[in-house]
C-alpha cells in the first residue's frame, strides 16, 4: 500500500512538472526564446521545484 501511495505521489509529481514545463516552453516560444539562457533558466527551475516537492513528500529521491 504504502508503494501504490508513493508511486501515485511519484506520477502526479512528474504530471505537475511536465505540465509546467510545457507551459513555460510555450511561452518562451511566444516570445521566441525558447532556448534562450533565460527560457533554459526557468524549465530547470520548474524541474528543480518538482524535484524539491518529490523529495519532500516521499523523504527522499
Same mark, same amino acid.
Given at each position: 500500500m504504502l508503494l501504490a501511495m508513493r508511486l501515485l505521489m511519484f506520477l502526479m509529481v512528474v504530471a505537475a512538472v #511536465?505540465?509546467?514545463a510545457v507551459s513555460l #516552453?510555450?511561452? !518562451?516560444g511566444s516570445r521566441g526564446d525558447v532556448m534562450s539562457?533565460?527560457?533554459l533558466?526557468?524549465?530547470?527551475?520548474a524541474l528543480l521545484v518538482g524535484l524539491m516537492l518529490? !523529495? !519532500?513528500v516521499t523523504g527522499g529521491v
Amino acid at each position: 500500500m504504502l508503494l501504490a501511495m508513493r508511486l501515485l505521489m511519484f506520477l502526479m509529481v512528474v504530471a505537475a512538472v #511536465v505540465y509546467g514545463a510545457v507551459s513555460l #516552453v510555450r511561452w !518562451a516560444g511566444s516570445r521566441g526564446d525558447v532556448m534562450s539562457g533565460t527560457g533554459l533558466q526557468k524549465l530547470s527551475f520548474a524541474l528543480l521545484v518538482g524535484l524539491m516537492l518529490y !523529495a !519532500a513528500v516521499t523523504g527522499g529521491v
